[in-house]
């Protein structure tokens, strides 16, 4: 069976990067062309690299940037993986799914539209079909976005929560990697020997999204879960991997031991499809007092090609009625480019492209 043609939009930036590096060999999909602003027309993707622990093939290496153009990019591939800044994504994203491309994004743009799924699959895989209800949907063009990524950190492990015991509550504060600033990421001397307690807009993207995430949809609309949410973001001199310190409540009462089964035992869609970015274990609970480490920890997955895609959960204790414990993930991987290919892998899995 012939791959389905993809674009990769934002190609020679941190996210961008890590698509075509998802994107090498996969099973499904084939690249069919990259692409930045007009700066970066003609430049091998090789003279532009961000990504650097991966070792991208010669032939990826020697792919040409063509400049950002609905028509080109409509014309050439069925689905378009954007990286773009949310500031440019909104607009052009917009006109590709209007030009009957599938659009899978990074960008905050849509992440809260109406009939646009914010999409985790192993949390909310039913969310999918509310693209149908997209007026671009009759021509083959629909969006889909994915999560910020300190919300997918979280929302993962709180689903399991929240299927098992039910879930009213709670309080997350995170610990982020400069990659989430984007390349070159927060200037050297902010962020050296420092923590910088503020993150533009993370929070409000947190509060919001999570509740979406976990809902339902109900008559052709989403509604929010009601748990109440609570988030404090910093930013810490880590390269890759969010670690965030969660506390939370249940309605059901429980025991440290039974969230850490739950969390253990969790697996959803993506797993039961055996999709090729999915984590044969979506959550791997490590019961070490001093894990999960970005260091010892960020590239949990597998099978290699799920490589940093596992949430990795430690130190999971209980404290009168509530519950406390740390959650990892892999920022530009699980919460970035790696997200947005398990969508489109749900999406091509469920006949959508």
């Given amino acids: 069976m012939a791959k389905v043609k993809v674009a990769v939009l934002g190609a020679t930036g941190m996210i961008g990067q890590r698509f075509v590096q998802l994107l090498e060999g996969h099973p499904k999909f084939e690249i069919a062309g990259l692409y930045a602003s007009e700066r970066s027309e003609g430049k091998r993707l090789g003279d532009t690299l961000k990504v650097r622990d991966h070792v991208f093939m010669d032939d990826t290496l020697d792919m040409r940037i063509e400049q950002l153009d609905v028509a080109r990019i409509a014309k050439a591939s069925r689905v378009a993986f954007s990286g773009l800044p949310s500031d440019l994504a909104g607009g052009l994203e917009t006109q590709l799914a209007q030009a009957g491309c599938a659009v899978f994004s990074n960008a905050a743009a849509h992440r809260m539209d109406a009939y646009v799924p914010l999409l985790i699959p192993e949390c909310n895989a039913g969310h999918l079909d509310m693209v149908k209800k997209q007026s671009t949907f009759k021509d083959g063009g629909f969006i889909v976005a994915n999560a910020n990524c300190s919300t997918t950190g979280v929302a993962v492990p709180l689903k399991a929560v929240d299927d098992a015991f039910g879930l009213e509550f709670a309080c997350v504060s995170t610990y982020q990697a400069i990659s989430g600033a984007g390349y070159p990421g927060v200037p050297s001397l902010d962020i050296m020997s420092n923590v910088v307690p503020y993150i533009r807009s993370e929070e409000e993207k947190m509060e919001t999204e999570i509740a979406k995430i976990l809902g339902s949809v109900r008559r ?26 969660v506390t939370l409540r249940t309605s059901e009462d429980a025991e440290a031991k039974d ?95």
Avoid: W
């Fill in 220 to 245: 052709g609309k989403f509604i929010d879960h009601p748990v109440e949410f609570l988030a404090s973001c910093v930013r810490v001199p880590v390269i890759d991997g969010h670690l965030e310190s």
């Fill in 259 to 353: 969230l850490v089964k739950v969390m253990d035992e969790f697996r959803a869609e993506p797993q039961k499809l055996k999709l090729a970015t999915a984590p044969l274990r979506p959550i791997i609970v490590r019961s070490e007092a001093d894990r999960p480490q970005p260091a010892l920890d960020v590239n949990a997955g597998e099978p290699e090609r799920a490589k940093g895609m596992s949430t990795v959960v430690g130190r999971v204790r209980k404290k009168g009625t509530y519950f406390k414990m740390f959650v990892l993930s892999h920022n530009t991987l699980r919460g970035g480019a790696g997200g947005s290919v398990l969508n489109a892998e749900l999406a091509n899995a469920k006949k959508l492209l």
